[in-house]
Nanobody, 115 residues
């Protein structure tokens, strides 16, 4: 049973920074891509950023230049460094990992940016 443990959410003022972490355990297969999605009230869940096993990354246009995704293969952990946060970044952030047989979601962590 693959489990994800997320941490790092919270309340921050606009212009501030937060770092999210997500650690995966219990996977029998290599983790291919790891990513972060977010869902604001009344909106659909959207991709924020993901990182492939080889290191290539993708970012939503709205976060390019402000957010950085990285991963530690040895720890099966993915990080999201969020800088210059804006009120519109307020959402529940979900970690996601994929193997050849699994597509697993974390429980979500709230990020609130005050103006």
């Amino acid at each position: 049973q693959v489990q994800l443990v997320e941490s790092g959410g919270g309340l921050v003022q606009a212009g501030g920074s937060l770092r999210l972490s997500c650690s995966a355990s219990g996977s029998r297969f290599s983790i291919n891509d790891m990513g972060w999605y977010r869902q604001a009230p009344g909106k659909q869940r959207e991709l924020v950023a993901n990182i492939m096993r080889g290191g290539s990354t993708n970012y939503a246009d709205s976060v390019k230049g402000r957010f950085t995704i990285s991963r530690d293969h040895a720890k099966n952990t993915v990080y999201l460094q969020m800088n210059s946060l804006k009120p519109e970044d307020t959402a529940v952030y979900y970690c996601n990992i994929r193997t050849i047989v699994n597509n697993v979601w974390g429980q979500g962590t709230q990020v609130t940016v005050s103006s």
